[in-house]
């Protein structure tokens, strides 16, 4: 497929849905990664996805986020047709990404880490004064208790890096923003913070799509779960209702739900 | 000594006020206590006159403070002054269980200790508030059902086995009673009636200074006081319960259809910033309260009425109609209406007093290296 969004109309997607995956499938060199999955994300939701090691995961985190192209299906942004080209134009679309290596500069202070790559899309260079400013106010939004900002990132413990990450990710107020294993090897007070974190970006409006193998982190703030299995969707589950035992039966298949507990 | 611990800190003044002792007896006491290392003295001013305010020394220890909630776990960290030393707040599962939430609480325990530069040992007793009637004498989850994945819990031994200290397990709304009466807005008085209302409501009475247990726990559980003989049917069994009027889950079910999905603090904000469908809700609940309310002070006459939980966060909103139902309940009193007054503490109540029973705690089993 090039870059034209395809021509067949759009499927149906409810309204609330800011971002869809339409029957999206992937494939590396020959392993199929990903195989006919939809997807809705919506505002103020925290949507998890669940699966084992190689379900998929981490491609589909890609694929929401701009970082993989499908080699199939659509992606629907407010139910019209887009194609994102990269993580940067996902960006520019309100698609913000948080990736398991967490990409900061370890010698660049918070501001400086928080600001690069942002300085060229604004147009204009913003004066130290006033990034300081906004650096105060976006951790300060996301409730983050790192000491000073014009300290060097290796000198911050790993979950005021993961919040630094965060903080990046939101500079021009993404709709949608995607987290692939933000509570891997973190400790328990670290996970804590995250967890605190993903509940404030969905109380501020944000869609938050959580994708991680902790079940027991992502059943504390998951509105709505996707378990992958083998590319697939294995089942839909509202959070409010599901069991871990439920999800563990669908990430291994050892019974396919029948009927989709869908919350909307 | 007592008196120092229940309060945290105060001044030589209000020492010698509180424990009926002349001020230079005080002092005498005080002197002596410091020279051993039991207490800090600290130059203060109060009412513009020098003062010498008076702490628990640092050094003698830590107690840790945890409280479960329905989706969420708090622990904090204080010295024996009752001073916070740390802080945090996790989300938990819905029906989260027993074994998963206190693993989860004994290694953030252990961490918050270990980010202090403590060592383990210094940990003294843990406190622990949780969302169900408890066994305190026990230390077990005291009801069935009422707190699914908990049934039957030994609380205290599973945590102490973990922390390797000692335990003492509470409901949360009678610790948040307690914190509210020592360090709140109930301060002074006696008796208080205490009002939780979160995702579900609980309650706790103090009297005399002293938490009332009742048989086994079930003292205080106000949130299963009938309002409706034909209402529906609770989680408990019974029908027409109080939380079944006033319980997030109610209260967010009657707007699905109107408002979508809310949480409770979007309800609460909005019916701050006039949602008519909002303050509705929340108006309805504050008579329902109020109900419930004006039946324990028919029978207690306390002195306030301390409404906490994060439904308090509505202020007047739900406060405004609960005191004037309480009002017309009650038997008119030489005294007046009794007060009705929102929580001082907020979303920290259960969490202070779940730290100050670790410290009595402490206390008791002589961890201070005195016996108070
Ligand atoms: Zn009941």
Redesign the interface.
Known sequence: MTGAPPEDPPGPVPAAAVHALRGVSKNFGGVRALVDVDLDVHD??VLAVVGDNGAGKSTLAGVIAGAYRPDAGRLLLDGAPVVLGSPGEARTRGIAAVFQDLALCDNLDVVENLFLGHESTRGALLDEVTMERQAWELLGQLGATVPSVRQPVRTLSGGQRQVVAVARALLGSPRVVVFDEPTASL???Q??EV??L??RLR?RGHAVVLISHQA?DL???A?RFVVLRLGRVGGEFD??AV?YEDLLAAMTGAALPTDRKSS? | MSAVQQRGSLTQIELAGVTGLSPATVSNIVKELTSAGVLHTSPSTRSGRRALQVTLARNLGLVAGVHFGT?SLRVALADASMQVLAD?????????RAD?GLR?AA??VA??VE?LDARPEELLAVGVGVPAPVDVRSGRIATVGMLRGWDGVAVTDVLAEELGTPVTVDNDANLGALAETRFGAAAGHDAVAYLRVSHGVGGGLVLGGRLVHGRAGVAGEIGHVTIDENGPICRCGNRGCLETFVGAPVLLGMLASSHG?L?L?DVIARAQEGDAGCRRVLFDAGQHLGVAAANLCNLVDPEIVVVGGQLAEAGEILLGPMRTVVEQRTVPSTAGPVEVVASRLGAAAEVRGALAVALDTAGVSGSLGVTV
């Open positions: 103020h939701e400790g328990i007070r996970t804590a967890l605190n993903v509940e109380e027991t059943q504390a703030v509105d959070a409010r069991g909307r | 989706r945090q707040r996790m989300p938990l599962a819905p029906d989260h998963t989860r290694l953030l961490e918050m980010s999905h949480t603090r």
